[in-house]
């Protein structure tokens, strides 16, 4: 069954679909069977078989899986029911996670994010993990990260400064003690009109590279690349923006205005949820920008832990940048090609 989530201003950018628990009981099984049979996500078989396993899915899932991939749906798409739960304590780092500990969520993750495309992964990115765990690191807690707490985590895209970023992610919650909200807002649910588009559409603003990226990358001078904020159809727009990590290009007091106008409009349409654990929300990159409120953090092994897949549609278009056809893991960016595009804040 599925409805809409529909926040204070009656918006509607996440989808609910809540599993029957008939059908829980029988997935379960089916993901315990996926476990014996491949052991681990990372099993190329496994991965290159996940589009032929959809019929494990109860079919109005699977309908709704292809409407968000289609974009004939809203933004984003939660999915609850699923009798999962980890008995593990959180990690107090991604280097402590133990794959034995989270088998059943990540075979739950992938087989879903799996019928939205191919899933993929940076090697900048938790040594190029398929799967990544978000929960918070000491020292950590004002990055604007996903290993970040106290200091929440302003509105973003994933990886806007990649050309090569994901087209949807999904995040399965391990747990979420403080129903800690994620908040998401769809530029499809935004007033557009009378924005400065023009503007918006232009190479006129700095988008910095994340520190995690650059330290994957051993990268130590921060990065900028020159890039629009919005993209694709002037009439549905795509987003390619960080807030805290995009400027617009100094003294260009047209771009920068535009930009502001372009956050309160998203910010008018924000949706917040608290995912349970178990939840696995699907979100269009494309569409939306999301974030996380602050929260406290623990470190006593109950803190909030959320596990994340990246998805493309065209896992061909990054074939350069990985060292076969077979590996999903995408290279470092080349600052060499993006000579012309790389920024600094400072001229
Ligand atoms: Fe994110």
């Known amino acids: 069954m ?31 069977q996926l476990g014996s049979k491949y052991a681990e996500i990372n099993d190329p078989v496994y991965l290159n078989a996940i589009p032929r396993l959809a019929d494990l899915l109860p079919p109005d899932l699977t309908d709704h899986l292809a409407r968000l991939r289609d974009r004939r749906s809203t933004a984003a798409l ?10 593990a304590p959180t990690p107090t780092h991604w280097r402590e996670w133990r794959p034995e500990d989270t088998l059943l969520h990540d075979f739950w993750l992938t087989l879903v994010c799996g019928q939205l495309g191919e899933i993929f992964s940076f090697t900048s990115l938790q040594e190029g993990s398929l799967v990544e765990d978000i929960l918070p690191i000491e ?17 973003h895209v994933d990886d806007p400064f990649d050309e090569d970023r994901c087209d949807f992610f999904g995040l399965i919650a391990m747990r979420n003690p403080d129903r800690t909200e994620t908040m ?13 588009t023009e503007v918006l559409f232009e190479p006129r603003f700095l988008i910095q590279v994340d520190s995690e990226h650059l330290e994957g990358m051993g990268i130590t001078d921060e990065v900028t690349v020159r890039r629009p904020v919005l993209n694709g159809s002037r009439s549905a727009p795509g987003l390619c923006l960080d807030w805290t990590y995009t400027d617009a290009v100094p003294g ?11 956050r309160s409009r998203m910010e008018a349409v924000m949706t917040t949820l608290a995912l349970e654990p178990g939840d ?15 929260f406290r953090p623990r470190y006593d092994g109950a803190d909030r832990w959320l596990r994340h897949a990246m998805v493309t549609l065209d896992l061909g278009r990054s074939l350069a940048r990985r060292s076969s056809a077979e590996d999903r893991r995408i290279g ?15 001229t």
């Open 139 to 155: 020292g950590l807690e004002d990055a604007q990260l996903g290993l970040s707490s106290l200091g929440g985590f302003d509105f």
């Open 78 to 87: 939660l999915i609850r029911g699923m009798p999962l739960q980890v008995t």
């Open 252 to 262: 260009d007091t047209r771009a920068q205005a535009g930009l502001a106008d372009l």
């Open 2 to 32: 599925a409805k809409r989530l529909d926040d204070s201003n009656d918006r509607s950018s996440v989808q609910e679909y809540v599993i029957a628990a008939t059908d829980g009981a029988r997935l379960l099984e089916s993901l315990r």
């Open 332 to 346: 470092p960016l080349s600052l060499a090609a993006m000579q012309g595009s790389i920024g600094s804040r400072d």
């Open 280 to 294: 696995l929300l699907l979100v269009d990159n494309y569409r939306s920008v999301h974030g996380r409120r602050p």
């Open 184 to 196: 998401l807002a769809a530029i499809d649910d935004a007033d557009l009109s009378g924005l400065d």
